[in-house]
């Protein structure tokens, strides 16, 4: 089966990054969450995206920055979205999405055509393509045209 990523915004894994790194890089994540009023199921969106990026390592309810997580926390904008961008595109699905983009006439598909890609990886695949489009939109991997819901290869 193929690995999905969990439904975050781009903005929440960036701020909970940086919150990490205001501990230390290192913190019991029920904590982290209790600290800023949050229940943990809603901070664990974050924390997994943050994994599948290889931001963070957990361990035993905790969690801790990479030394490449660290890099992240250190760059500019676009460094960010260059370390984004490679770590997405070590990702199973984003592969999968990009050869399907590089296949298609014009690099250009209806972002419908992913479905049956995210179908490999949640019951709910409509629920996951706009997580999938933002991610990829930020890393500069594609571009979206909302007038026309296509996605379109770079």
Not at 40 to 57: C, N, R
Not at 64 to 91: A, C, H, P, V
Request: charged share 25%.
């Amino acid at each position: 089966m193929v690995t999905s990523i969990p439904r975050c915004a781009v903005s929440e894994m960036i701020g909970f990054l940086e919150i990490l790194n205001d501990y230390n890089g290192a913190e019991d994540i029920a904590r982290l969450a209790g600290d800023y009023g949050m229940e943990i199921d809603e901070i664990l969106p974050a924390v997994e995206m943050a994994e599948a990026l290889k931001f963070v390592t957990i361990s035993e309810g905790n969690v801790y920055l990479t030394d490449y997580g660290k890099k992240f926390i250190k760059t500019n904008i676009e460094e960010r979205k260059d370390l984004i961008r490679q770590s997405l595109s070590e990702m199973l699905v984003f592969k999968m999405v990009m050869n399907t983009i590089n296949k298609a006439p014009d690099r250009r598909i209806a972002s419908s055509d992913l479905i049956p890609i995210l179908q490999l990886v949640s019951k709910h695949p409509e629920k996951h393509l706009r997580t999938i489009i933002n991610w990829g939109r930020y890393a500069q991997l594609f571009k979206y045209e909302s007038t026309t819901d296509e996605i379109i290869g770079i």
